[in-house]
């Protein structure tokens, strides 16, 4: 069965880094674009970004382009987000999820999600 | 970008009874539509993708329908697991994929 397990959450002062990890296992990982998605408290989903199946293109949501690094490890099976730069705006659980595709279609499988708190 | 709106923001319905949702789409997305399922302190589930077709395991109680920018959820005869928050998203036009703000189905 497909499973994503985030990693790399927690409580960062505002112009830190972090980086996030998802693994994943149960299907070709090499096979599917992959996003992060994020939620901030008590608010609706934000698409964050995507990388293709093969790393070769990676789009980002205007919000955190220049600062935010999608990659991915296809031979470990693990997606990354290095978070540069972080406002208290960033707040939010930040979910890995498999495209249904290769690149930009439905997201049909989340992972539970990693929180990012961004405060001094 | 593509602005997704979602109607009514809370929609109230007795279990056993059938729900409606609507999103609207700021301009065409063809029928590249998906639907999620959030239940609190859980991550979003896929129901619907390409409007009308049903994800892995979605009972058959969950159907979607549309084209271009009006877009329909119907939930028929609704159990005690079906009150959520449910999304529906574009991917019609990207960057950046977009997400409408959500309607949250709650017991009456």
Do not use: K, W
């Given at each position: 069965q497909v499973q994503l397990v985030e990693s790399g959450g927690g409580v960062v002062q505002p112009g830190r880094s972090l980086r996030l990890s998802c693994a994943a296992s149960g299907f070709?990982?090499?096979n599917y674009g992959m996003h992060w998605v994020r939620q901030a408290p008590g608010k609706g989903l934000e698409w964050v970004t995507v990388i293709s199946y093969d790393g070769g293109s990676e789009y980002y949501a205007d919000s955190v382009k220049g600062r935010f690094t999608i990659s991915r490890d296809n031979s470990k099976n693990t997606l990354y987000l290095q978070m540069n730069s972080l406002r208290a705006e960033d707040t939010a659980v930040y979910y890995c999820a498999k495209?249904?595709?290769a690149v930009g279609t439905a997201l049909g499988y989340w992972g539970q999600g990693t929180l990012v708190t961004v405060s001094s | 970008e593509i602005v997704?709106?979602?109607?009514?923001?809370?929609?109230?319905?007795?279990?056993?009874?059938?729900?409606?949702?609507s999103c609207r789409a700021s301009e065409s997305v063809s029928t590249n539509l998906a639907w999620y399922q959030q239940k609190p302190g859980q991550a979003p589930r896929l129901l619907i993708y390409g409007t009308s077709t049903r994800a892995t395991g979605i009972p058959a109680r969950f159907s979607g329908s549309?084209?271009?920018?009006?877009?329909?959820?119907?939930?028929?005869?609704?159990?005690?697991?079906?009150f959520a928050v449910y999304y529906c998203q574009q991917y019609n036009h990207w960057p950046p994929l977009?997400?409408?703000g959500g309607t949250k189905v709650e017991i009456k």
């Open positions: 070709t990982f090499s495209d249904i595709a | 997704m709106t979602q109607s009514p923001a809370t929609l109230s319905v007795s279990p056993g009874e059938g729900a409606t949702l549309g084209s271009g920018t009006e877009f329909t959820l119907t939930i028929s005869r609704l159990q005690s697991e079906d977009t997400f409408g």
